[in-house]
């Protein structure tokens, strides 16, 4: 009966450890996703100026899954489900909306515009991350309702316009800085310039 009492014991003990150690494996082994945010602007063909902003975690192998917000200051707030990819290397990111998650727009379901971005380029400047490139907006059903511009910027930017907003003064050193942030921000971004 010891004998069994003990081995009983010394199995219950090794199940333990074993499942401490795969708990720990599956912590730890997990790449750490990075999670970006960017604000900005869509600007459609047709001249309207969209504010638009996209927060999203880099998942394993370049994989991105986040959320955007279209119209954030109007009254057709609207957060969607966002998926995509990133591609250091190449410097581009692409993503498409999957669904709206909530809404304040009385619009019917039906005609709300999903934003579709490929390929879109960005370049490191200074700490902050500037994107810019096409999208198409498309329908439920697939349909085209929309196409243009996208231009955005890491949101870091907002704490060093607000710093500068704060301070600024006639000092001639801090207006140039701010015009130059946004100098920058607005240039396009082509294959040369890219860091």
Known sequence: MQFFLSYFCGMKKRY??????LIYQSIFSQKKSTEYEFIGALSTSDKMVIT???NFDELQNGKIQGVSVTDFYGENY?????????????????FKEIKNIS???NE???SFCFVNASNVK???IKGKTILNGRFIGVYQNGNKCASGNIYMVSSNILDEIRL????MTSDNDTLK??????????KPVNSSQII
């Open 16 to 21: 333990i450890i074993a499942g401490l150690l």
């Open 52 to 54: 638009y902003k996209i």
């Open 78 to 94: 609207t957060k969607s489900k966002i998926s995509g990819t990133i591609d250091h290397k190449k410097k581009i990111i692409s």
């Open 103 to 105: 809404t304040i727009s």
């Open 108 to 110: 019917d379901e039906s």
């Open 122 to 124: 960005f370049k490191n």
């Open 164 to 167: 500068i907003t704060d301070t």
């Open 177 to 186: 800085k701010f015009k130059n942030i946004l100098n920058e921000a607005s």
